[in-house]
């Protein structure tokens, strides 16, 4: 097979603000494979807080291009690279020309018997209260949302302000490490008046065994704390909850290996994504079927999106075949719209 990498930038609609960096728009490396009839294609971003760059996954693929010629599996991959955003975009980009060679859409290899819509949490960046209120108002149709904290002392009203907007909404919490457990258990009565169903990666992933003892009626959910399989069993048993992210562990086949491993843990499972297009949601929205929670807004925050891209409809997504995974009957070609 012959690869094909390149760098891509896309503009979000407005800055998004996390602990510790605001996103003004996010770069993202596109793989293709080609076979001379089939093409697949996987979109990786990387994972910014263990220091990688598109530059750098640009450069992993690119030094594949002669292992790829002399042929390759997905099962191979796992052992050439580590897991991260390059294995991630290849591991995705051979899923996705299976799909076509075989004649069988990835959903249908992933062990899906029919692929069907999920609810997804639409993400509010860390912004002033007022503006968190009118954001939860302009996001209608949401049915869950999911809001950012910083640990900077106005968590407790931009919590009031999206609750008192959209009383009816599931509310997840994402601290991004941003909180001591001081601080997380000053905030904790005000996200159980508040009814926050979820709270995602309070405190440094270094920090966790600050969480061993602490009681927390909120379920708390490991993100930056949980890279991939191998890093499950050293969680602290404060978490519930892992949250699965492709460009963290690799791809689509360890992702799906760790859905197993955590449900045999008796944990539940979550899919997120480190922002990206719709083909960097397609193989994650897989994984989502097997998920208690999905987190996939990525292009909603985007200012454009692939075509075809995910439909996003009355609070949830759904990725057809034509957009990713599909066999060549059912594939359309991608517009690049940034």
């Known amino acids: 097979m012959e690869i094909d990498v390149l760098i891509e930038t896309w503009p979000l609609i407005r800055p998004f603000r996390i602990t510790g960096h605001v996103y003004e728009d996010i770069e993202v490396v596109v793989v293709m494979l080609r076979d001379g009839e089939h093409v697949g294609r996987g979109e990786a971003a990387g994972v910014d807080y263990?220091?990688?760059?598109?530059?750098?996954?640009?450069?992993?693929?690119?030094?594949?291009?002669?292992?790829?010629?002399r042929g390759i599996d997905r099962t191979a991959l796992q052992s050439i690279l580590p897991p991260g955003g390059a294995r991630?975009?290849?591991?995705?980009?051979?899923?996705?020309?299976?799909?076509?060679?075989?004649?069988?859409?990835?959903?249908?290899?992933?062990?899906?018997?029919?692929?069907?819509?999920?609810?997804?949490?639409?993400?509010?960046?860390?912004?002033?209260?007022?503006?968190?209120?009118?954001?939860?108002?302009s996001y209608a149709d949401a049915l869950a949302l999911k809001l950012k904290?910083?640990?900077?002392?106005?968590?407790?009203?931009?919590?009031?302000?999206?609750?008192?907007?959209?009383?009816?909404v599931w509310l997840g919490v994402d601290g991004n490490q941003g909180f001591s457990r001081a601080s997380l258990e000053a905030l904790m009565p005000v996200l159980?008046?508040?009814?926050?169903?979820?709270?995602?990666?309070?405190?440094?992933?270094?920090?966790?065994?600050?969480?061993?003892?602490?009681?927390?009626?909120?379920?708390?959910?490991?993100?930056?704390?949980?890279?991939?399989?191998?890093?499950?069993?050293?969680?602290?048993p404060a978490y519930s909850i892992i949250n699965i992210k492709l460009d963290k562990c690799g791809g689509l086949t360890e992702a799906l290996a760790m859905v197993e491993a955590t449900r045999a843990r008796g944990m539940g499972v979550m899919v997120g994504n480190m922002l990206g297009t719709s083909l960097a949601m397609a193989p994650a929205f897989i994984v989502g079927q097997f998920c208690d929670v999905v987190d996939l807004d990525g292009p909603v925050l985007l200012r454009n999106d692939r075509a075809p891209g995910a439909v996003f409809d009355k609070g949830t997504i759904f990725c057809p075949d034509g957009l990713w995974g599909g066999t060549q009957m059912a594939r359309q070609p991608l517009d690049h719209h940034n």
């Open 88 to 137: 991630n975009a290849l591991d995705c980009a051979l899923w996705d020309i299976e799909s076509s060679q075989k004649g069988f859409p990835a959903w249908h290899r992933a062990g899906v018997e029919t692929p069907l819509p999920r609810i997804t949490t639409w993400t509010i960046g860390a912004e002033a209260p007022d503006a968190v209120h009118e954001r939860a108002q």
């Open 50 to 69: 263990l220091g990688e760059t598109p530059r750098q996954i640009f450069e992993q693929v690119a030094a594949l291009r002669e292992t790829f010629a």
């Open 192 to 236: 159980v008046e508040q009814r926050v169903a979820l709270f995602e990666q309070p405190l440094p992933m270094t920090c966790d065994q600050d969480l061993d003892t602490l009681y927390s009626p909120i379920p708390l959910a490991a993100d930056e704390s949980v890279q991939d399989l191998s890093s499950i069993e050293r969680l602290s």
């Open 149 to 168: 904290l910083t640990g900077d002392g106005l968590d407790a009203e931009r919590i009031r302000a999206l609750r008192s907007a959209r009383p009816d």
